[in-house]
């Protein structure tokens, strides 16, 4: 193939990459992409087909595409075919790179075949398309999984709020119509019922609450026979029931199909295990399905509407219900506190302690995402059954909501037996949960805190047993961490620590730490990332977690990132100078979103490149997505002048903020840093392989150097190698380390007479 | 002017008037010349009142659905006019017309060419479609619009028509419906007949020299050509005349009759340089240039432009399956008019005439061209693009 026709490849699949990748959706990127390639064939009809449909089609006459004709040609290869109303037609096509049933298809009227060129680029396109649909899917997925977890908040909210009213003992009515415009808003319908039996008669139901019908209609259905309707149905077989084509079934009610409604689902009611009436929703959308998930929330509302019944007729039942976790049948937060008041009563009075532990299960969100509610509720359960074996008789255990528990343990004989208990808790949960036909293994993080002979109450001590909490997780799963006094001193710290920032710089309190970024074809060291450490007089090394989003707050970032800036490159250039080896060793710096749009950027970075004499092409500056989209046109400017100079551009994080793919790859970047969430657990996770996967191949079509950052396994890294990731970063190849470490490598390199031996990775 | 081949007609009448609804009302009732009239095809000079103007063509049309827009000179049997007003009518029981406008254009310019496109589907059950878009040329990338009504008529029903114009004040056009007169919209006619439509598409453009390598360019705009940059490439090549090379207006002048021929698999395709960019030396088109495709720099003459006018005729009626035109409609390339000159343009009508052998012409200049009879792209410049009715 000549250069001509390689540049014009080349050129068409990137401008087609731009275009599908701007789309924003799924939908959109295929419609886009199939009109796409037809126009640059010069074609008049296109198509994507998945899994046996065409997803995007364009040109066939009233959008209606004989699908299995299309198939089956494509299926025998065959290079032409006859379209209805169209005519005979060229046909080309390419399957998809990542699912063997995807194909982009193209015809073409007439009888000029299509040349080799167009053949190469159907396939780069089809390509493309793969990849960027499947970036969308993964997107979506996770869309909707947020979707989900916001739906479920909601749900949480209304059913929570629905618990109030029955433990704050407010007339049933009021309780049936929360529940009853509960359901109607979360499952989106027009409307919402909740009927009963009537108690001399077990034949007919009456409406007791609703939310969106019409009184007129509400008076027609005010009674209505059992078994007949969705409602009926639910009373008269116990079960959950869902009706389509209301109107055309049999036996329902004739007043509600007048009025519209075409889909209703209801679910019984009972009292002490007793059908008593039903809860329904119903719609006038045409189309409207109730799935799983809908039929799980009427499930949980008439779960609720139960417990308000049979509260309304048991009072000794709504004691407990105000004192108790629905779910796990423990003590809630209101019961917890009375009782830990108490305790720290009788400890002030007899000079005793008190123990407070605050568990948290770590991941919990995991289960729920991946095998369900019901199992993160059955996974709660057995963890509270499991966390009463724990205890001895005076103590409580409680459930303080979501996956949050707390135990109190009276007479504490100091620190050292609420570490015991501690223990016997994370031991206890250790053993894997056996939840829908999976063996679930979760651990927990507990904080302690240990009443100061009378000084606490009942909410510093939970307070101070959450902090401690906080504090085991972040030492990791599965551990306990005392509470300290030093800790909610915090934000007193912040403001000090806000001073000291300020002033670190004239002291010359911060440091560089260099990680070295491998080429992962050669194993060779290509550049290193310098990150800034703080070496507090007092406190030590302080993390840039703990200083960073304060100096970004403050805008103390700028003049630490121009010090960062001019330190690395004379850090850099000493060491190009230095050592033959390193002389075309690459540094990269981060530059923070208070800094990418102002307007003196450039001539700063130049400044400080022409004052350390640093070769412009060595110096790579990353960007993150979100310092881009800020203020796009500033950022535009601001990295045009940088690329004029010469200063490579790298885009970090990248794939975290993702809302806008096609936008980010406007600007002129030279390499996209995939973002550690997409790269740890690569090997393992199919859905991360997918994505970083697309990543990588876009990066590569667009000409762009790919970084795989937080290479954490060896199995990672192959996985890494596998995708033909340009460069990779992580723990596994080299920590961040400081300068005289680099250097120590780059010495000994040199006396292995090459710097490829220090931090070459096996292949 | 009239004519009817059975159960179908065509007529076209054009007025001078400079009272609105009377230039409506007369050039409307020449070009009724049937019962049953199908449809009405306005194009006039924005000069006019335009409401009054459409309530003088409907006084003569009566409920009969309208098209058309404002132009930059309009076309008529009788020669090329300005600031005046040409209807063609067209009816009897072999024709069947839809029509539909869309509006906000430029906001979503697929959407709105698949709104008004989408009254294509109200006409089936003849054997012939033609889809007659008339947009605003001043409101965005017009490919998008024919994209969108593309994606509604697809493969089998060709497009046709052209943007509307404001006599070259280049500030905005309008497009009417009914007796509605709109802006920054798209307006579409359906056109289903018993017989055959012959459609021609020519620009009478000559390729200067070699070709060139798009190096760089982004859409409209061409940054490099063989990796130099864009503008001083083109001023090389043509030695272009020293007063063009710094003044904005002088070079868009000059570059309207230098566009740019683009290579494609069906012919070149001509792009039409609106503008300059001094600093950056960059080149504006009115049209998408495709990075890494061939580009030719071309220009032409009145001979030229007159041998396109006779091949896209000739083009037109080839397709007729040798039945004569019961009419012939013409989007013209403002741009050709600037070639041609005011006796140049009498010429070229004349010849479009004499093509129609009798039957009566209208159109208009365009501020851009629409006629799809292959691929998908179906948006042109500089170019004219002749309908045949039978």
Known sequence: ?763 | MERSEQNRWFGVGSSRDNESFAAGEDAARAAVRGGDPKLAIVFASEAHDLHELLAGVRRSTGDAPLVGCSTAGEIATTGPGESGVVVAALGGSGFACATAASTNASERLRDAGAEAGACVAEVDGKPNRVLLLLSDGLAGDQQEIVRGAYSVAGAAIPLVGGCAGDDLKMRRTYQFHNGDVLQDSVVAAAIASDAPFGIGVQHGWRKVGEPMLVTGSTGNRVHTLDDQPALDVYLERLGAPEGVRGDAAAFTRYAMTHPLGLSRRSGEEVRFIAEADFSDRSLGCIAAVPHGGLVWIMEGDADSVLNATDAACDDALQSLEGQKPLGLLAFDCIARRGVLGDEGIAREVQRISDYAVGAPVAGFYTYGEIARTHGISGFHNQTLVVLALT
């Open chain 1, 1 to 763: 193939m000549t250069r001509i026709a390689e540049g014009w490849i080349s050129a068409q699949l990137a401008e087609f990459l731009g275009a599908i990748t701007s789309a924003g959706e799924r939908g959109a990127a295929a419609d886009r992409g199939v009109v796409w390639a037809a126009e640059t064939l010069e074609a008049e009809l296109g198509a994507v087909i998945e899994g046996g449909h065409v997803t995007a089609s364009v040109g066939f006459p009233g959008g209606r595409v004989d699908v299995r004709h299309l198939i089956a040609a494509v299926a025998a290869r065959a290079q032409e075919i006859d379209v209805k109303g169209v005519g005979r037609c060229r046909l080309t096509s390419a399957p998809f790179e990542t699912d063997g049933d995807g194909h982009l298809v193209v015809a073409r009227l007439g009888d000029q075949p299509f040349s080799r060129e167009e053949a190469t680029l159907m396939r780069g396109m089809a390509r493309s398309l793969s990849l960027t649909l499947d970036v969308f899917s993964a997107l979506d997925r996770e869309r909707s999984l947020r979707a989900t977890l916001q739906e479920r908040q909601l749900l949480l909210e209304r059913l929570s709020a629905i618990q109030r009213a029955i433990t704050r003992r407010a007339p049933l009515s009021d309780t049936l119509d929360a529940i009853t415009a509960g359901a109607r808003e979360l499952l989106d319908t027009e409307a919402s019922a909740v009927r009963l039996v009537d108690q001399d008669d077990e034949h007919t139901s009456s409406l007791v609450s609703s939310a969106g019908l019409p009184p007129e209609t509400a008076a027609e259905v005010a009674r209505a026979p059992v078994g007949v309707g969705a409602s009926g149905h639910a009373i008269a077989e116990d079960r959950l029931v869902v009706m389509y084509d209301y109107a055309k079934a049999t036996s329902v009610l004739p007043q509600l199909a007048a009025r519209g409604f075409v889909a209703a689902m209801a679910a019984p009611v009972r009292e002490a295990g007793r059908v008593i009436g039903s809860i329904s929703v119903a719609s006038t959308q045409l189309g409207r399905h109730f799935d799983e998930n809908d039929q799980e929330i009427l499930a949980a509302f008439a779960e609720h509407a139960s417990l308000a019944l049979t509260d309304a007729r048991t009072m000794d039942e709504m004691q407990h219900l105000a004192f108790h976790d629905v779910l796990t049948g423990l003590p809630n937060r209101a019961l917890f506190f009375e009782r830990l008041d108490h305790a720290l009563a009788r400890a002030r009075r007899d000079h005793g302690q008190v123990a407070v532990l605050f568990l948290d299960l770590d991941r919990f969100k995991n289960v729920n995402d991946s095998l369900g509610h019901a199992a993160g509720d059955q996974l709660l359960i057995n963890v509270s059954e499991r966390l009463r074996g724990c205890l001895r008789e005076p103590d409580t255990a409680a459930r303080l909501g979501g996956d949050e528990f707390a135990v109190l343990i009276e007479e504490a004989s100091g620190p050292v037996d609420a570490a015991t208990v501690a223990d016997r808790i994370l031991e206890a949960l250790r053993p894997p949960f056996l939840l829908s036909g999976s063996e679930v293994s979760i651990s927990g993080s507990i904080g302690i805190a240990v009443s100061s002979h009378g000084q606490a109450d009942a909410g510093t001590m939970l307070r101070d047993a959450d902090l401690a909490m906080y504090r085991a997780k972040m030492d990791g799963s599965g551990s306990s961490f005392h509470f300290e006094p030093g800790m909610h001193s915090a934000a007193v710290q912040r403001l000090q620590l806000e001073g000291e920032l300020r002033r670190a710089l004239e002291r010359n309190e911060f440091v560089l730490h260099y990680q070295p970024l491998v080429d992962l074809r050669t194993g060779d060291l290509h550049s290193v990332e310098a990150l800034v450490r703080w070496e507090h007089p007092t406190l030590g090394l302080v993390p840039p977690s703990d200083f960073i989003p304060l100096a970004e707050d403050t805008g103390l970032i700028v003049p630490i990132g121009y010090w960062i800036l001019r330190e690395a490159l004379r850090q850099v250039h000493r060491w190009q100078t230095d050592f033959p080896a390193a002389c075309m060793l690459g540094v990269s710096v981060n530059l923070s979103a208070r800094q990418v749009p102002r307007a003196d950027l450039a001539a700063r970075v130049q400044e400080i490149l022409a004052d350390e004499r640093f070769d412009p092409s060595l110096l790579t500056l990353e960007v993150t997505e979100t310092a881009l989209l800020r203020d796009t046109e500033a950022a535009d400017v601001c990295l045009q002048e940088l690329k004029r100079m010469g200063v490579r551009l790298a885009l970090d994080d990248f794939g975290t903020g993702y809302s806008s793919l096609g936008h980010v790859l406007r600007f002129p970047i030279d390499a996209l840093k995939v973002d550690r969430s997409f790269v740890t657990g690569v090997a393992t996770s199919e859905e991360r392989a997918a994505v970083a996967r697309a990543i990588i191949s876009m990066g590569r079509m667009l000409n762009l150097e790919t970084v795989a950052e937080g290479i954490e396994t060896d199995a990672d890294l192959a996985s890494l190698r596998a995708f033909d990731c340009d460069l990779g970063q992580g723990f596994l190849l080299a920590r961040p380390m400081p300068a005289r470490m680099i250097e120590q490598r780059l010495r000994a390199g040199q006396h292995a007479d090459s710097r490829q031996s220090t931090f070459r990775v096996s292949a």
